[in-house]
C-alpha cells in the first residue's frame, strides 16, 4: 500500500516565484492554485464595455481609480494571503495607498466578476465569501447567460442581499455617485 502525501498548501511566496508567462493566469484561494483559463470573447466583449463607461465615470470624477483583469488583488496576511485576479475593479482615490507596483495589497471597494463556464461556482461562493471576510464595500457578478447583473453591499460582515438587474436595466450604485450604466448595451452579444 502506497502512502499517501498530505497536500501542503501554496504560500504567497510560492505564488510570487511562479513563472511570469502572460499566457496563463494564476488566483491563490485557501491555500489552493487555480490556472484561470483565457475568456471567452463575450467575456471579453462585456468587461471592455463595462471596464470604459466605469473608467470614464471615475476618472471624469476624480473618484479614483479603475483596473482590469490580470491584475493581482492581495488579500489577508502572512500565510494566509490569498490572490484573486478579479475581472475589473475599483479603488477609491482615498485609498489609493492600497495599489503597489506588484498588484492591489488589500480589498478595493469594487470587485466585479463575469461568470465564465469554469468560474462560476468559485466566483458566486469562495470568492464572495473570500471578499466579504476582506472588507469589499461592493461585488458585481454579470452572468452573460442570464444577462443579468447581481448587486452585493456590505452589510455587516457580508455582501448581501443581491440587487438582480436584468439586461433592460439601469444599474445605478451609491458607491459611485452619478453613474447609470445601461445593461443592454454591456449585455449585448
Known sequence: MTASRPRIPYTYEDYRTLPEDMSRRYELLHG??????????????????????LDRHVTDHGLGEVFDAPVDVILGDGKEREVAQPDILFIAQARSEIIKLHGIEGAPDLVVEILSEGSAERDRGYKRTLYA???????????????????????????????????????????LPALAIALAEILAD
Open 32 to 53: 489552493e492554485l487555480y490556472m484561470v483559463p483565457a475568456p471567452t470573447t463575450r467575456h471579453q466583449r462585456i468587461s471592455r464595455r463595462l471596464v470604459t463607461i
Open 133 to 175: 471576510r476582506s472588507g469589499v464595500s461592493e461585488y458585481w457578478i454579470v452572468d452573460p447567460d442570464a444577462r443579468t447583473v447581481e448587486v452585493y453591499v456590505r452589510s455587516g460582515e457580508d455582501l448581501a442581499g443581491a440587487t438582480i438587474f436584468p439586461a433592460g436595466a439601469t444599474l445605478t450604485t451609491a458607491l
